[in-house]
């Protein structure tokens, strides 16, 4: 005869509970972890700056960018403070919002059966009494005592507080490179004590010539626009035809070279440029023809590379949520010369290390062809050599098949003086859903027939600095209702806001759809009004 079977008895319900809350906390220690070695290592770096200082004076700009990166750490800090309960001494104490992803996969489970169940009973009037009530209660809670616990509860629902912790730590990432940058430029300053650039491109005589000769030994910097100037006429480029293709050219130079995208050039940017498209007297010539589209009614930038620097595990994450089989980007490599990144395979249910595939491409920038990549030939892989990336593109283009979009890009909208910067991702992740709005067809990443992609922004010049934003002659207040919907779903009208001007901005101009769902103190119903036969 068999034993008795053992069923679950509160005991282990109460343990499996208490796992489940460690485990929680473990994930809050870990994001909470990795914010906090991010936030220390640009405090490492703020300091250093600081000490080496009172030796030698910030220049003007620099001084300014440290400001603003420490107004943003402060906020930063107090985010993570206020949302995740950080006390001083680096533990955390947990809160009603640690504990919402807990219950959120028992609501998603029994919330049909409660309801199909409820719906059998004599008693369903007063079930639906009391939901109504209880909604009442909330609504007043959130609207009239402005307690919020309605909205937090949607943000903690949705992960909103982990994906902003995320977003820190990026901007962390960012803010240390740029500073170590500064601390490097400081360096060469307190060894000359008076700057002299001989110093810092002593390694590069061609560069070293060009700076002195064009600005002067003791000039610390100069503005973009002036660098690319000098570079243009250095390397006796100054005869394009066409305005389209020379601010192409001009925007594409800058872009690259202006590193800090603070609207100046140190010598460190610009050995750092010519390590990827030099030497000083043909880096004009080798962007032109490896990045810019040469044709003669609509010049463009190819959208397969990637000007900044990009971290490797943050490119890999992108491509495993927005990638398709064929997806390709070319990249800086941080040690020097070029990285193709390519999607062998879909991404859905796969490891990145089974779909995603690093290819190098060493830079020699002495040779006439400078850029090498394996090429197979019969099965049989080779080293081939390229003039230009634009070229090795062309010889991989089996693999190959349409540019990868980064869903990063950030993006700049200057609306009627208001200024806007955000990620592309907030229109591409909606474009899925709803192709036929005007923002999500502006991103749209699918690739034509040509390999471009659909959206017009990915080819054009505007919204890709803060300089030329993407201008729209809208009310700033329709244009926030605009970007959350984007962001939530929802259109929320605020008060102050006009309804008729909401209407036409939100539906006319925006192609929002009419089934909107809208909340808020005021609805806002979009209907479409029938017609009899004579449109009347």
Same mark, same amino acid.
């Given at each position: 005869?068999?034993?008795?079977?053992?069923?679950?008895?509160?005991?282990?319900?109460?343990?499996?509970?208490? *796992? +489940?809350?460690?485990?929680?906390?473990?994930?809050?220690?870990?994001?909470?972890?990795?914010?906090?070695?991010?936030?220390?290592?640009?405090?490492?770096?703020?300091?250093?700056?600081?000490?080496?200082? *009172?030796?030698?004076?910030?220049?003007?700009?620099?001084?300014?960018?440290?400001?603003?990166?420490?107004?943003?750490?402060?906020?930063?800090?107090?985010?993570?403070?206020?949302?995740?309960?950080?006390?001083?001494?680096?533990?955390?104490?947990?809160?009603?919002?640690?504990?919402?992803?807990?219950? *959120?996969?028992?609501?998603?489970?029994?919330?049909?059966?409660?309801?199909?169940?409820?719906?059998?009973?004599?008693?369903?009037?007063?079930?639906?009494?009391?939901?109504?009530?209880?909604?009442?209660?909330?609504?007043?809670?959130?609207?009239?005592?402005?307690?919020?616990?309605?909205?937090?509860?949607?943000?903690?629902?949705?992960?909103?507080?982990?994906?902003?912790?995320?977003?820190?730590?990026?901007?962390?990432?960012?803010?240390?490179?740029?500073?170590?940058?500064?601390?490097?430029?400081?360096?060469?300053?307190?060894?000359?004590?008076?700057?002299?650039?001989?110093?810092?491109?002593?390694?590069?005589?061609?560069?070293?010539?060009?700076?002195?000769?064009?600005?002067?030994?003791?000039?610390?910097?100069?503005?973009?626009?002036?660098?690319?100037?000098?570079?243009?006429?250095?390397?006796?480029?100054?005869?394009?035809?066409?305005?389209? *293709?020379?601010?192409?050219?001009?925007?594409?130079?800058?872009?690259?070279?202006?590193?800090?995208?603070?609207?100046?050039?140190?010598?460190?940017?610009?050995?750092?440029?010519?390590?990827?498209?030099?030497?000083?007297?043909?880096?004009?010539?080798?962007?032109?023809?490896?990045?810019?589209?040469?044709?003669?009614?609509?010049?463009?930038?190819?959208?397969?590379?990637?000007?900044?620097?990009?971290?490797?595990?943050?490119?890999?994450?992108?491509?495993?949520?927005?990638?398709?089989?064929?997806?390709?980007?070319?990249?800086?490599?941080?040690?020097?010369?070029?990285?193709? +990144?390519?999607?062998?395979?879909?991404?859905?249910?796969?490891?990145?290390?089974?779909?995603?595939?690093?290819?190098?491409?060493?830079?020699?920038?002495?040779?006439?062809?400078?850029?090498?990549?394996?090429?197979?030939?019969?099965?049989?892989?080779?080293?081939?050599?390229?003039?230009?990336?634009?070229?090795?593109?062309?010889?991989?283009?089996?693999?190959?098949?349409?540019?990868?979009?980064?869903?990063? +890009?950030?993006?700049?909208?200057?609306?009627?003086?208001?200024?806007?910067?955000?990620?592309?991702?907030?229109?591409?992740?909606?474009?899925?859903?709803?192709?036929?709005?005007?923002?999500?067809?502006?991103?749209?990443?699918?690739?034509?027939?040509?390999?471009?992609?659909?959206?017009?922004?990915?080819?054009?010049?505007?919204?890709?600095?803060?300089?030329?934003?993407?201008?729209?002659?809208?009310?700033?207040?329709?244009?926030?209702?605009?970007?959350?919907?984007?962001?939530?779903?929802?259109?929320?009208?605020?008060?102050?806001?006009?309804?008729?001007?909401?209407?036409?901005?939100?539906?006319?101009?925006?192609?929002?759809?009419?089934?909107?769902?809208?909340?808020?103190?005021?609805?806002?119903?979009?209907?479409?009004?029938?017609?009899?036969?004579?449109?009347?």
């Amino acid at each position: 005869m068999g034993g008795k079977k053992k069923g679950v008895g509160v005991g282990d319900l109460l343990n499996l509970y208490k *796992k +489940t809350v460690n485990e929680l906390k473990e994930g809050n220690h870990a994001i909470i972890t990795e914010f906090k070695v991010n936030f220390r290592k640009v405090n490492g770096q703020l300091q250093a700056l600081k000490d080496l200082s *009172k030796n030698v004076d910030l220049p003007k700009d620099q001084e300014a960018q440290i400001k603003k990166i420490k107004k943003n750490m402060k906020g930063m800090h107090q985010f993570v403070k206020k949302n995740y309960g950080v006390k001083d001494d680096g533990t955390i104490k947990m809160s009603w919002k640690h504990y919402v992803p807990i219950i *959120k996969p028992f609501i998603t489970t029994l919330a049909p059966a409660a309801c199909f169940y409820m719906s059998r009973d004599s008693l369903l009037p007063f079930y639906v009494l009391g939901m109504l009530l209880f909604a009442a209660v909330v609504y007043f809670i959130d609207t009239k005592l402005e307690i919020h616990f309605l909205r937090e509860f949607i943000k903690a629902w949705r992960g909103a507080h982990d994906a902003q912790v995320d977003k820190y730590c990026r901007d962390l990432r960012k803010y240390y490179d740029k500073l170590r940058d500064f601390a490097s430029l400081q360096i060469q300053l307190q060894r000359a004590r008076t700057f002299d650039v001989r110093s810092i491109l002593e390694d590069n005589k061609k560069a070293r010539m060009f700076w002195i000769r064009n600005f002067g030994p003791s000039k610390a910097s100069v503005e973009t626009l002036q660098m690319v100037e000098a570079l243009l006429h250095h390397n006796k480029q100054t005869h394009m035809v066409g305005k389209q *293709k020379i601010e192409l050219v001009y925007n594409t130079i800058s872009l690259i070279i202006d590193k800090n995208n603070d609207g100046n050039v140190s010598p460190i940017e610009l050995l750092d440029f010519l390590k990827y498209f030099g030497p000083i007297d043909k880096c004009v010539s080798r962007i032109k023809e490896s990045l810019i589209d040469d044709d003669k009614n609509h010049p463009s930038r190819y959208p397969w590379f990637i000007w900044r620097k990009k971290d490797r595990q943050e490119l890999v994450a992108s491509m495993m949520n927005y990638g398709l089989k064929g997806d390709f980007i070319v990249r800086c490599a941080s040690i020097g010369g070029f990285a193709v +990144t390519h999607l062998i395979h879909d991404p859905q249910g796969r490891r990145p290390d089974e779909c995603i595939k690093h290819v190098s491409v060493p830079y020699n920038a002495e040779s006439d062809k400078p850029f090498s990549a394996v090429v197979k030939e019969g099965g049989v892989g080779r080293l081939k050599h390229f003039k230009s990336l634009s070229d090795l593109v062309y010889a991989l283009r089996e693999k190959l098949k349409q540019p990868f979009m980064d869903p990063e +890009t950030m993006v700049y909208f200057s609306i009627s003086g208001t200024r806007y910067q955000v990620e592309a991702s907030l229109f591409m992740v909606r474009t899925r859903r709803n192709t036929k709005t005007y923002l999500g067809e502006l991103f749209n990443p699918s690739p034509l027939a040509n390999g471009f992609p659909e959206g017009a922004f990915w080819g054009s010049e505007e919204g890709h600095t803060f300089e030329n934003p993407i201008f729209f002659d809208t009310d700033p207040g329709i244009f926030n209702v605009i970007l959350n919907w984007y962001r939530y779903g929802d259109l929320y009208i605020p008060k102050g806001v006009s309804m008729i001007l909401a209407r036409e901005e939100i539906i006319e101009k925006f192609k929002l759809p009419f089934t909107c769902k809208v909340t808020g103190a005021r609805t806002l119903e979009f209907v479409e009004i029938p017609t009899n036969k004579k449109g009347s």
